[in-house]
């Protein structure tokens, strides 16, 4: 296509106008994203930015539908917009995930903050929260810099998991109340599957994170919800305006998902481990022990547990370490060492990111240690030589009976991606990073060398070293070395995984933030008791673009009897292994944490010492599970949440067909614009969607290959080929530069003759104007309201007078044209003006009757929030006129003068309080209307409208 300048301007205002209803207001976001179309996806980013009155919206998916990648859609969007004030707050454990999938999907720079890297930017004299950034925080931290938060005029703030704040509502939950003041006044997304759990005040808290407007106070809302005759369907109705959900039943069309299909791999360990094995347990049980820090004596035996059950290296080298810090245990301490359970987790990688919280909770659990308890060295003496006795017997146990059934578990495993067709890989996760380097030298001896990659939390070994070279060196002109070694070597090591390797021994570093769906066997060395942690390992392979059914194989002790009712509970309860989605959200959602689980299982370990004992344990856990996972909500969360549309399905088929038909114009109209302005600087493979720049607009921007982002183009993360070059979005640089560009290009009034004749496909409405001329004007309009809105409008007509319609001239603009030199009379010019005029006048009018919809929704709200609070006040008297009714009664019972006494005085005080609820609650209400009506006031004030125009072109046009 031979393009002018003319069609270089619209375009580059076309592709970077911000617009504010449907599918148009996602062209930028949905065009840079590195992801797969999915249309609740998008459905769900329209709902986030439906309405600029809305201080938020929950989006509540079921688990694997991608509520990251709609939040994604929403910040990519804003960002594309220049606002970008953006923090997301989630759990300690989700940061590096977070920062992972924006930057590789949305290419969005991020920056997790901690109090470390905080404190780092203030000393170099940097602000932190001004980065020009995503900022990611935890819940804790965000709490902790809740002051510095509430200074900032965030133009969205991410809650992930956001159920975890549901009481939130509560002065007793200080982390939720710290977060909910110091993002009060920003717009909110909150993230999660389990927005209704176990009661409906859990919706009311997720509100008041939201906006404190959305119902009144939390008596108003119990009374009209909670209690008995309350109105659901009214309650669905509200929650409709700031809550989405959707199933994974309804996707189906849409996305392919795999099962899961689960081995158990049985092992009889040799008499020496499980006396090894007994005597540890042995050893644990013990209530007076000095290895076994008192203020962390739960934690520390859960740890050596898994690491028992890990191998005997692991175990081993954990005993020598309680050895070593008992040798040296100076006279007059208590034995206690805050420091050894975060030593023990950092050498072993365990439950790394949950120590912050299990540190907290063993904290305040228990009472302060005093300063300094006498020691009896005799019994120091003893447990010194039992630690090295037991260690001593540990390293001679070398190859156990796990390990040996692992080589049968991968043969097993292997022969069935040989039945699917699946590629010949396996993730084997394990608790422990000694295991993980005992296990890494057994395979290579065992007809695996050179076949095993390592990944660990700091990757820093001569193998993961050279790796991370090598990759460096092949994409150092690609633009896909970030320069964070951190990020680089995950990258690194995950695509020799799938490029070179066979086996990914991974510690619990890899259960988060890295996609593997090119593999299709996960194997669980170590199981841990946390079905959280088992879902998140197994996701890694069992997520989008997954090809092939996962195998997850998992290891069975055969003389172990809790170790048997422990997979029997994850399997049977949790569901985790088999199936087309897994563990379900509503399951793992029951699990208030997922480190109190594992202390319950703990307790039977430590406890239980029959079989009979370890039943009826296990019997009394399955109960409270059962308790906990029962449908007692399922109907009123149904009905809440779910959508009852039968047409859900036809609705989402035309979202994607929209969609895909925006990106199809946005990628067309971005590579001409590109072929255009680069057309001097690069050498352009349009069949490849490729181009090579050899002559760099300035020096922030690199020379190389350039790859147009395409969803018909494979992904790295697909195993696709050849991904070794820039990717080339609206938001790179060069994108930019294009853009700039384009906008500036000097139109001065002309004649431009369209080629229709030639064009590839047919245009009707062109065609019909072959032969014929006129005159059209394009303008470009920003209406200032309650948010910023752009439009371009066209106006024109044929010289015979008759008017040309805004497709038609849009139209003409998708075929090539020539320029000639004409200027253009000032009576045509007079008649241009005088139809853009009207056009305009008409645009501004549509965009004040969309923002009029979104006013009067946001007055109701306000209305129903007033009449809450009214009915609170109301509930308050009636509360009152309850009490005395009873204490009436009550007396009127009284057997003694004295007891009579006593109810007659409660009942005058509740009188006299009565007296004053009814005087006060008429000026209850003037305050609230007062309020409500200050409210709807400055809402009306936001709708006022300011506009500017400006005249981008103005030409004659001929069709031949």
């Not at 309350?230 to 509200?238: A, G, N, V, Y």
């Not at 010019?829 to 919809?853: C, G, I, P, Y």
Request: hydrophobic content about 40%.
């Amino acid at each position: 296509m031979s393009l002018t300048p003319y069609h270089a301007k619209y375009f580059a205002h076309d592709l970077t106008r911000k617009a504010v209803v449907g599918i148009d207001r996602l062209s930028m976001s949905l065009f840079d994203a590195a992801v797969d179309l999915n249309p609740h996806q998008i459905e769900a980013a329209l709902f986030a930015l439906e309405s600029p009155l809305s201080k938020g919206v929950i989006l509540a998916d079921e688990v694997g539908l991608g509520k990251t990648i709609e939040a994604g859609i929403v910040l990519c969007q804003l960002w594309a917009e220049r606002r970008r004030r953006v923090l997301v707050i989630c759990p300690a454990s989700l940061r590096k995930q977070w920062a992972l999938e924006l930057e590789e999907k949305f290419n969005l720079p991020t920056r997790v903050l901690d109090s470390k890297s905080f404190r780092d930017e203030e000393r170099k004299g940097k602000a932190p929260l001004a980065e020009q950034a995503v900022l990611i925080v935890s819940f804790n931290y965000a709490n902790a810099i809740r002051h510095e938060l509430k200074s900032i005029a965030w133009d969205i703030v991410v809650v992930d998991e956001a159920h975890k704040l549901r009481n939130a509502y509560r002065p007793s939950n200080k982390v939720g109340q710290g977060i909910r003041w110091a993002t009060e006044d920003c717009r909110k997304l909150l993230l999660t599957a389990t927005p209704l759990q176990n009661s409906l005040m859990e919706l009311y808290g997720l509100s008041t994170l939201i906006d404190e407007h959305l119902f009144g106070d939390i008596n108003a809302f119990r009374s009209q919800y909670v209690n008995a005759g309350s109105s659901i369907t009214d309650l669905r109705q509200r929650l409709s305006e700031f809550c989405k959900r959707t199933l994974r039943n309804q996707v189906t069309e849409f996305i392919r998902y795999t099962e899961r299909r689960t081995i158990t791999r049985p092992f009889s360990p040799s008499d020496d481990e499980h006396a090894l094995y007994e005597a540890v347990s042995a050893f644990l049980q013990r209530s007076d022990s000095y290895a076994l820090p008192q203020r962390q004596r739960h934690l520390t035996a859960l740890i050596l547990r898994k690491l028992l059950a890990s191998s005997s290296l692991a175990i081993a080298g954990t005993l020598d370490t309680l050895r070593l810090r008992l040798v040296t245990l100076p006279d007059g301490q208590s034995g206690d060492a805050p420091q050894l359970v975060e030593a023990i987790i950092e050498s072993e990688e365990m439950e790394d990111d949950l120590l912050d919280e299990i540190l907290a909770e063993e904290e305040e659990s228990q009472t302060p240690e005093v300063a300094s308890v006498s020691i009896d060295r005799q019994k120091l003496r003893e447990e010194i030589e039992i630690l090295r006795h037991l260690g001593v017997r540990a390293r001679k146990i070398g190859v156990d009976s796990k390990t040996r059934t692992l080589l049968q578990a991968l043969n097993i495993g292997f022969e069935q991606m040989a039945k699917t067709g699946a590629a010949r890989k396996a993730l084997i996760f394990t608790e422990s990073r000694r295991t993980q380097e005992y296990l890494k030298t057994f395979l290579e001896a065992n007809g695996y060398q050179g076949q095993v990659v390592s990944f660990n939390g700091t990757n820093s070994g001569p193998e993961a070293t050279a790796i991370y070279e090598h990759w460096v060196d092949k994409n150092r002109d690609t633009g896909r070395v970030s320069g964070s070694r951190g990020v680089d070597v995950r990258t690194a090591l995950i695509e020799h995984f799938r490029d070179e390797a066979t086996i990914l021994l991974a510690t619990e570093a890899a259960a988060e933030g890295i996609n593997l769906q090119f593999c299709s066997l996960v194997i669980n060395y170590d199981l841990p008791w946390n079905p959280q942690r088992i879902e998140q390992r197994i996701g890694r392979c069992h997520r989008y673009g997954q090809k092939h059914d996962v195998v997850v194989i998992n290891f069975l002790n055969e003389r172990n009897d809790v170790d048997r009712r422990v997979l029997e509970l994850l399997s049977e309860k949790f569901n985790l292994f088999n199936g087309v989605f897994g563990a379900s959200d509503e399951v793992l959602g029951a699990i208030e944490s997922g480190v109190d689980f594992e202390k319950r299982i703990l307790a039977i370990y430590q406890e239980c010492r029959t079989p009979e004992q370890i039943e009826a344990a296990f019997r009394k856990l399955q109960d409270e599970m059962d308790e906990q996972i029962r449908t007692r909500m399922d109907d009123t969360r149904r009905k809440l949440f779910e959508s009852f549309d039968e047409d859900v399905h036809h609705r989402l088929r035309i979202q994607l067909a929209d969609a895909k038909a925006q990106l199809d114009r946005v990628g067309r109209r971005f590579w001409v614009l590109t072929q255009f302005i680069l057309a001097e600087r690069a050498r352009f493979d349009d069949a490849a969607l490729a181009f090579d720049l050899n002559r760099p607009p300035h020096g922030g921007i690199g020379a190389g290959r350039y790859h147009l982002i395409s969803k018909l183009q494979p992904h790295a993360d697909d195993g696709g080929e050849d991904v070794s070059r820039f990717l080339y979005r609206l938001s790179h640089p060069l994108g930019q530069y294009v853009m700039d560009d384009g906008k500036a290009q000097h139109t001065p009034p002309s004649c431009l003759v369209f080629d229709s004749t030639n064009h590839p496909t047919r245009l009707h409405t062109v065609e019909a104007l072959r032969g014929r001329s006129g005159f059209l004007t394009l303008v470009r309009l920003q209406i200032d309201s309650y948010e910023r809105e752009e439009h371009l409008l066209f106006s024109g007509f044929e010289d015979d007078g008759a008017s040309l319609d805004h497709e038609t001239m849009e139209k003409l603009f998708g075929c090539a044209a020539r320029v000639e030199d004409k200027g253009i009379s000032p009576t045509v010019q007079q008649r241009l003006e005088a139809e853009a005029d009207r056009h305009a006048k008409a645009t501004v009018s549509r965009s004040l009757e969309q923002n009029s919809v979104h006013f009067n929704k946001a007055r109701e709200k306000l209305e129903k929030w007033a009449d809450d609070m009214v009915l609170s006040a109301e509930k308050a008297l009636l509360d009152t006129k309850e009490q005395i009714k009873a204490l009436r009664r009550q007396s009127r019972q009284a057997v003694t003068l004295e007891e009579q006494h006593t109810v007659l005085e409660k009942i005058q005080k509740l009188e006299r309080q009565q007296r004053r609820q009814r005087q006060e609650i008429f000026a209850v209400e003037d305050e609230i209307m007062v309020k409500r009506d200050a409210l709807i006031e400055s809402l009306e004030k936001r709708l006022a409208q300011q506009t500017h125009s400006e005249t981008l072109f103005t030409i004659r046009w001929t069709v031949q």
